[in-house]
């Protein structure tokens, strides 16, 4: 049987001459059409284990495969001085799902505005979110310092909520999680205050205390009642301590060496008697 060229269309859609091929197969050949590639199959990922946490008790947790011994320490940042129109605040604690949203949520409820939120994962520190939040009412950054307060106090409740073992780790566990704190800290021990030169105009106070509910707004207050003007900087919790830096000017200047020792005295009597009343002394 004679045998004829054929040219036929190849996977890569260039084309290529075929030998050896009879007119038989030709005629079959001719009726041939390319099947249309397949759909690609859709895979549907399913586990057990993914399920958004909302655990009262570390064993919950447990449960839900976290490790407990390697949770890192919760931390929360207020931060006034990065931004100009705006008070920052990272997060950072462990990832669970939903937590993002509802922290969102929370801060809304504030009557504050999330003008923008970050994340990122790191295996040493856990999930790290940041936003950038606004009064609502105003579209400025934060300058209250009960609203200040309340906004930690809404993110630690949140933080419990998803991360039932950081109520151990965070002295607010005491008043707000499912377990307290197995140790507390000795608050002349934790506490370090330093005062340094902050330009022309102001000076740096540095505090490290132990951490309590009102804390924020307690150390405002202590600083006005001498008549020191407070401009916020950064406010942090850590664990069982809290880590404060304040601007703090008099009458437009920074503190002398007398009024500074006047200040960390008035601080250490306020941390150290936290339910003083005023009428007591």
Sequence with gaps: MAEVAVTVAAAAGTLRPCTGVSARSVAVLGRWRPLAPAAPAKLRLSSPAVRVPRATSPAAV???????????IPKIIIDQDSDPDATIVEVTLGDRLGDLL????????????????????????????????????????IDDPELLEAVRLTIINTMIQYHPESSSQLAMGATFGPEAPAEQVDVDIATHIDIYDDGPERSLLVLETADRPGLLIDLVK???????????????????????KFHVSYRGKPLIKALQQVLSNSLRYYLRRPTTEEGSF
């Design 102 to 141: 509802d922290t969102m949520n929370a801060l809304k409820n504030l009557g504050l505005n999330v003008n923008k939120a970050s994340v990122c994962l790191d295996s040493a520190t856990g999930k790290c979110n940041t936003f950038a939040l606004t009064k609502a009412s105003t579209g400025r950054k």
């Design 62 to 72: 447990e449960q839900d495969g976290s490790n407990t011994d390697t949770d890192p």
């Design 222 to 244: 202590a600083i006005s009642d001498i008549n020191v003007t407070v401009h916020f900087g950064e406010f942090d919790t850590e664990g069982l301590l809290a880590k404060a």
